[in-house]
């Protein structure tokens, strides 16, 4: 059983920054890639970030410069560094894990004001 614990969400005002770290629990040999996701209100689920095992970084243009993806392997866990914090980042932030399967997180709630 495979399961991947959100945290670091909250209320930030505009220019702001937030850490959210995800851990991946459960009997795992390795994991692969790594990723954020999110979803805005009315919108659809799109990429944020994604890591691979050895560090290469992928960012969508609407975050590269502001937010900074990273992982520890060590300890199966996957942070997401934003700062400069716009009120269009708000939304639920989802990671995920590619294991054996795609796994994903119950999703942190990101939220900010102008």
């Known amino acids: 059983q495979v399961q991947l614990v959100e945290s670091g969400g909250g209320l930030v005002q505009a220019g702001g920054s937030l850490r959210l770290s995800c851990v991946v629990f459960g009997s795992i040999f390795t994991i692969n890639g790594m990723g954020w996701y999110r979803q805005g209100p009315g919108k659809e689920r799109e990429l944020v970030a994604t890591i691979t095992r050895r560090g290469s970084t992928n960012y969508a243009d609407s975050v590269k410069g502001r937010f900074s993806i990273s992982r520890d392997n060590a300890k199966n866990t996957v942070f997401l560094q934003m700062d400069s914090l716009k009120p269009e980042d708000t939304a639920v932030y989802y990671c995920?894990?590619?294991?054996?399967?795609?796994?994903w997180g119950q999703g942190t709630q990101v939220t900010v004001s102008s």
């Open positions: 995920n894990a590619v294991i054996t399967d795609i796994y």
